[in-house]
């Protein structure tokens, strides 16, 4: 403000700066602390949501141990509906997707699967969602739809099993040489365990 000769001149400017521009100030405070307010308030909803879902992800891992599968399907479906945003939705359900293949239920193990990729914000998740839900399709005979799961892109660390993938439904396909091809860049690009396998199987293809 400009200068005034007395302090009842400054006072009454004040009053009438006041008049002017009171409501757009306190709109703008009122404003300010709402949003602080409100970030603050999704932080603690974030944080309260993440420690009930690992209460029930504890609890998941007790139904398995103990072969409860009423239990867990309950409460896998509970992470899915409440928790979909948190890491234990995804966990669980590669879990639930695992024990639905293992009992011969394909179509619910690639339905289990999707969701995981759809949901999960974890690219590693993602990717071995997608590599599993490749398995399941070709082990369902759903050649075209195991090829679309697996060519998509993937991190580096799951080169060689991406590659093996390939292989397995070439041979599927019929396709032998392509499939040696795979096998080979799945050999050459290994990082884990189960070499034995892999090598045995393009062993079992020939030269």
């Known amino acids: 403000m400009a200068e005034f000769e007395t302090e009842e001149q400054q006072v009454e400017a004040l009053k009438n700066w006041w008049k002017e521009n009171g409501t757009a100030v306190m709109i703008g405070v009122v404003l300010g602390i709402g949003a602080l307010g409100g970030w603050r308030g999704w932080d603690w909803y974030q944080e309260k949501q993440a420690v009930n879902a690992s209460d029930i992800f504890v609890s998941v891992q007790r139904t398995m141990i103990a072969g409860d599968a009423a239990s867990f399907r309950d409460e896998a479906e509970i992470l899915r509906t409440e928790y979909a945003s948190t890491p234990y939705a995804?966990?669980?359900?590669?879990?639930?997707?695992?024990?639905?293949?293992?009992?011969?239920?394909?179509?619910?193990?690639?339905?289990?699967?999707?969701?995981?990729?759809?949901?999960?914000?974890?690219?590693?998740?993602?990717?071995?969602?997608?590599?599993?839900?490749?398995?399941?399709?070709?082990?369902?005979?759903?050649?075209?739809?195991?090829?679309?799961?697996?060519?998509?892109?993937?991190?580096?660390?799951?080169?060689?099993?991406?590659?093996?993938?390939?292989?397995d439904i070439l041979v599927a396909r019929g396709e032998i040489e392509q499939a040696k091809q795979a096998y080979d860049l799945a050999l050459d690009s290994v990082h884990a365990s189960g070499v034995e396998f892999l090598q045995m199987k393009r062993d079992d293809l020939g030269g």
């Open 90 to 167: 995804a966990l669980t359900t590669l879990h639930e997707a695992k024990a639905q293949a293992e009992e011969g239920d394909l179509e619910a193990s690639a339905k289990s699967l999707r969701w995981v990729i759809e949901h999960s914000g974890q690219p590693s998740i993602r990717d071995i969602a997608r590599i599993r839900l490749a398995r399941v399709l070709l082990a369902d005979q759903k050649l075209d739809d195991a090829q679309a799961a697996i060519n998509q892109e993937f991190s580096e660390g799951f080169s060689s099993l991406v590659h093996e993938i390939r292989g």
